[in-house]
C-alpha cells in the first residue's frame, strides 16, 4: 500500500505548448516537480525545512513513458505516488491525467537521494522526513 498520494491540478499553459497546440515532452517533468513539493508539504515537510535541516533532494533517476497527448487550456491532475518509505532514496510514481478522465496520458517514475549540503554525500532520510511520512501512512486520506 502507499505510503502517500497527492494530486495536484493543473492547467496546460500557451507556453507549455508546441505550435500544434501540444504540451512539449519536458514540460512533464516540471509537473511532477510541482505535484512532489506539494506532496510533501501536504505531509507537513515543506522542502525549505528539509533545506533549513541541510538536506536537499536532487533526481537521481528519471523516467517517463507518454501514451497520449495534453493539449493547450486542457486541465491535468498529476498524481505523486511514494509506494515506499523513504531510505536513502525516495521513489516517487507518477501519472497525469485529463480532469475527470481515466487515461493514463504521461506516467514516469522519479528517484532522488538525500544529500547532506555540508559533506556532499548521500545520507539515510532525516527524521523530519521519516516522521512525516509515519504520519501519511497511519493516515487514510493521504494513501490510495
Given at each position: 500500500m502507499p505510503v502517500l498520494r497527492y494530486v495536484h491540478r493543473h492547467r496546460v499553459r500557451y507556453r507549455e505548448c508546441d505550435p500544434m497546440g501540444v504540451v512539449y515532452h519536458a514540460h512533464y517533468l516540471d509537473w511532477f516537480e510541482a505535484a512532489r513539493t506539494e506532496a510533501l508539504r501536504s505531509a507537513g515537510l515543506p522542502y525549505a525545512n528539509l533545506e533549513a535541516a541541510g538536506v536537499v533532494m536532487p533526481v537521481v533517476?528519471?523516467?517517463?513513458?507518454?501514451?497520449?497527448?495534453?493539449?493547450?487550456?486542457?486541465?491535468?491532475?498529476?498524481?505523486?505516488?511514494?509506494?515506499?518509505?523513504?531510505?536513502?532514496?525516495?521513489?516517487v510514481d507518477y501519472a497525469v491525467r485529463r480532469t475527470g478522465e481515466s487515461a493514463v496520458l504521461v506516467s514516469g517514475r522519479v528517484?532522488?537521494?538525500?544529500?547532506?549540503?555540508?559533506?556532499?554525500?548521500?545520507?539515510?532520510?532525516?527524521?523530519?522526513?521519516?516522521?512525516?511520512?509515519e504520519r501519511a501512512a497511519r493516515d487514510p486520506s493521504r494513501a490510495v
Open positions: 533517476e528519471a523516467a517517463l513513458k507518454y501514451h497520449g497527448s495534453a493539449r493547450y487550456d486542457d486541465v491535468v491532475d498529476v498524481e505523486a505516488l511514494f509506494p515506499e518509505m523513504p531510505r536513502v532514496r525516495a521513489v528517484v532522488l537521494c538525500f544529500l547532506d549540503v555540508t559533506r556532499g554525500r548521500p545520507v539515510a532520510a532525516p527524521a523530519l522526513v521519516v516522521e512525516a511520512f
